[in-house]
């Protein structure tokens, strides 16, 4: 199917409206909000503190905990409240994708704790909770090598395009979602997924995509972080 002008009027290798602000929960050691078009993702760190129970410490490292979840009345069709197979996925590839920024050799036998909340979706949410949660961490005063920033392209009906929305995953013929997560400093990716069919060629191209999208956030996730150091200055 050609897929001339996508449902919301973006241009195929247009980012949808985005905001970003840290601080926002205050018991929260660091606290973020990234929203992308109507997808809203909050993320709070608690720790480094000591992990309980004791047997799942590590003595020579922390550990890093990340636990995503998207309230009911988030999506369309009321989502059944607490964890499932698919929160628990999310939970893991999000932890993974940010662990290579921290040095946990530095906090051992405790726990780093990422809430990620979801009050909004569509579509885009682990990439969403991911660069909150990057945030959040920065916020809370962790040392990181670099921010992890991350955005869901792929393929709708017969173009490549950057980030999708939920219409354009359920509609658009043939629709593939590619969520990418990478550290710009060095370009390299920490989170590489792929839901749907997509030629090599194709998926070249919508990784030169993911780098120019993730170029976009990163520049907004270090804006929103220099401004909020000027504030507490
Ligand atoms: O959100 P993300 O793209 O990272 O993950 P997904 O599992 O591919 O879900 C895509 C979208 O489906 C979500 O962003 C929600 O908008 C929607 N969804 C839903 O409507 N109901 C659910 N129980 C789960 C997801």
């Given at each position: 199917m050609a897929y001339t002008k996508r449902f919301d009027g973006r241009g195929f290798e247009e980012i949808r409206k985005m905001s970003a602000e840290v601080g926002?929960?205050?018991?929260?050691k660091g606290s973020a909000r990234f929203q992308i078009g109507d997808t809203i993702a909050i993320a709070a760190v608690h720790g480094p503190r000591e992990l309980h129970p004791r047997f799942l410490r590590k003595p020579d490292k922390g550990v890093l905990r990340c636990d995503y979840d998207m309230v009911s009345?988030?999506?369309s069709e009321r989502k059944r409240p607490g964890s499932s197979r698919r929160s628990m996925e999310i939970s893991h590839v999000t932890g993974k994708s940010i662990e290579?920024?921290?040095?946990?050799?530095?906090?051992?036998?405790t726990v780093i704790d990422v809430f990620i909340t979801i009050p909004q979706a569509n579509a885009g949410t682990r990439c969403a909770g991911i660069c909150a949660a990057s945030l959040a961490l920065a916020d809370a005063g962790i040392p990181m090598k670099d921010l992890v920033v991350a955005i869901s392209v792929g393929k709708a009906g017969d173009k490549v395009v950057m980030d999708l929305t939920k219409e354009e995953e359920d509609h658009a013929e043939g629709a593939t979602d590619i969520p990418v997560a990478m550290t710009?400093?060095?370009?390299?990716?920490t989170l590489l997924q792929l839901d749907g069919d997509i030629s090599k060629d194709e998926l070249k191209e919508a990784l030169v995509l993911a780098k120019k999208g993730c170029d976009e956030i990163y520049t907004l996730m270090q804006k929103t972080l220099r401004d909020s150091f000027k504030e507490k200055k």
């Open positions: 926002i929960i205050s018991r929260a009345f988030s999506v290579p920024v921290l040095d946990l050799s530095k906090y051992p036998n710009p400093r060095n370009g390299e990716y």
